[in-house]
């Protein structure tokens, strides 16, 4: 069995994962969700120093001190949703001995030396530059709106609405570093259909490398609004 480690995209934390980890556990799998760096139960300590190269630390880290002593080389199973892409790109760049397979969810796919910025559309890049500037003092990423990103049941937006927290603007624009090792490590992706699909672009790329690609027909919080068919398509991926 594997080990998945479940990273959250921006403003969130490792508890947006809370309703697809039984599954995943009742599968047999063991299953981590780190918070990054300066964001949910670590908001703490946020500050603009906090960036890309922080949160890939936190993670690799993170599979060092859980992965590290057993030997069990190539157990672990990297999911990054959206801005988390980005992240899972840079650990399995460092530890590509230990990543059995990544899978990108309606996530940034980056090459060497992309930044997350520089993928979004430019409109949408140009919203968030507009908001950093304004009420993010410069260095801060105010949270989205929920309905934007798909998000409808009352149910759901109660529970996400509270949580969510400003995210780190450097980590927007610092870009990923990244050798040829990265490459020999298999990729998936799951794309979320059912809003404007900002991630169909990274969706193509999976599919010019030959990897798996599946449609989940929700919005892009599918830890949130589709935890069920979301564990069915990553024990699918992980065969």
């Known amino acids: 069995m594997s080990t998945f480690v479940l990273v959250h995209g921006a403003w969130h934390g490792g508890w947006c994962w809370r309703r697809v980890i039984p599954a995943l556990r009742a599968a047999g799998h063991e299953v981590l969700t780190p918070t990054l760096t300066g964001v949910g139960d670590r908001a ?3 500050s603009p120093l906090v960036g890309l190269e922080t949160h ?38 460092r530890r590509p001995t230990r990543v059995r397979q ?10 060497d030396g992309e930044a997350a910025i520089d993928l979004l559309p430019d409109h949408i ?3 968030y530059r507009e908001s950093v500037a304004g009420p993010g003092h410069g260095w801060l990423i105010p949270p989205r709106s929920l309905q934007v990103l798909g998000v409808t049941e009352p149910g759901d937006l109660d529970w996400l609405t509270p ?6 603007w450097r ?4 870009p990923v570093r990244i050798g040829a090792a990265v490459d020999d490590v298999p990729g998936a992706f799951i794309e979320c259909v059912d809003w404007m699909r900002v991630f169909t672009p990274y969706a193509e790329r999976a599919r010019a490398r030959g990897w798996p690609v599946l449609d989940l027909p929700t919005g892009h919080e599918a830890m ?3 935890p069920k068919a979301l564990a069915e398509a990553l024990l699918r991926l992980v065969g």
């Open 125 to 127: 890049a140009g919203h």
């Open 163 to 168: 949580r969510l927290t400003p995210h780190p």
């Open 56 to 93: 890939v630390e936190d993670v690799v880290r993170l599979i060092d001190a859980e992965t590290g002593d057993d030997g069990d080389d190539g157990d672990v199973v990297l999911v990054g949703h959206s801005y988390a892409g980005m992240v899972i790109t840079g650990v399995t760049d």
């Open 171 to 174: 980590s927007y624009v610092e």
């Open 44 to 46: 703490h300590l946020i």
């Open 102 to 111: 990544r899978v990108y969810l309606d996530a940034f796919l980056p090459s």
């Open 224 to 226: 949130v609004t589709a």
